[in-house]
Each structure stands twice: as C-alpha cells, then as structure tokens.
C-alpha cells in the first residue's frame, strides 16, 4: 500500500488542479482522502435572538440559503475530484470524501486531520498578490508554517 495523502480541498479552481497533480504524479496504490471544511453556519441559520441587528434578522434566510448553495457546490467538486481520481486510475475504494465543520480554523483543522496519520499534505496555493499574500497571509502558507513530521506539496 502506499503512502496516505490529504487533500486540503474546496471547491476552486486551485483546488482542483492540486487533484490534477496527484493524478498525473503520484502511482495509483496510494490511499488520498479529499477533505473539505466547511463553515458552521446552522448555529447562525437557527439562531432566533432578538440581539441580533435588525440587518442580519431580515436577510438570516438568504444568508442561510447561499450557504446551502456553497455547500452543495463543495460536495459537487469533490465528487467531480474523486471521479477525476478513478479516472486515472486509482482505486475508488482508495479515495475518501471526508467533509468537515470548521472546529478551530481551516488551517488547523487540516493539519489537525493530517496529524492522524497522513504521509503528505498536498495544497492548490491561492492566487494572491504578493503584498496581499504578505499581509494577510494564506491557508497554503499557514499550513506550511504548522504541519510537522509530513512533507507538504503545494501546486501551484
């Protein structure tokens, strides 16, 4: 068996292309977990409290609604990578989707989850500007920065 690979994925672009360089690169026996986090918005969609500010009360349920739709689309674009995968030749049964709720961050939850037994963390590095990138930072950096005793690969 080889090696357990994450996939720090959303629904861009990116992301997809980090899925493109493990399918041209990487031989087909290892295991990749596709991993998604997504936010917790149901706290925020059932939250009924009248110290919310009139302006949030009164588009709560189109802010709920175009969240469901992001998360319809992450789910769309990981079946998509998944198919992707099969395609080139890995074995279906080789490929997790694994989605979760942002616990602590997106970048700590990543690493949180690689650091349960992953080999590599493979990354679609986000297109900023470089003052942009510099002041505010990016997941593919912050991984960078945390992840320990794991090779991480950023694709760019």
Do not use: W
């Amino acid at each position: 068996m080889g090696q357990k690979i994450l996939v720090a994925f959303d629904d861009s672009e990116n992301a997809m292309r980090a899925v493109d360089y493990i399918a041209s690169s990487f031989s087909k026996e290892h295991e990749i977990t596709l991993y998604s986090i997504i936010p917790d918005t149901a706290a925020i969609c059932d939250m009924n409290s009248p110290s919310l500010i009139p302006y949030f009360q009164e588009r709560q349920a189109s802010f709920c609604a175009i969240e469901d739709q992001k998360k319809e689309l992450v789910e769309e674009a990981l079946q998509k990578a998944k198919g992707h995968l099969v395609s080139a030749g890995f074995d279906e049964n080789n490929i997790t989707v694994k989605v979760q709720t942002k616990n602590k961050g997106v970048v700590r939850d990543i690493v949180n989850e690689a650091n349960t037994g992953y080999d590599t963390i493979v990354v679609g590095r986000k297109g900023h500007s470089g003052v942009k990138e510099f002041i505010l930072g990016n997941v593919s950096q912050k991984i960078l920065q945390l992840a320990r005793d794991m090779s991480v690969i950023v694709v760019d």
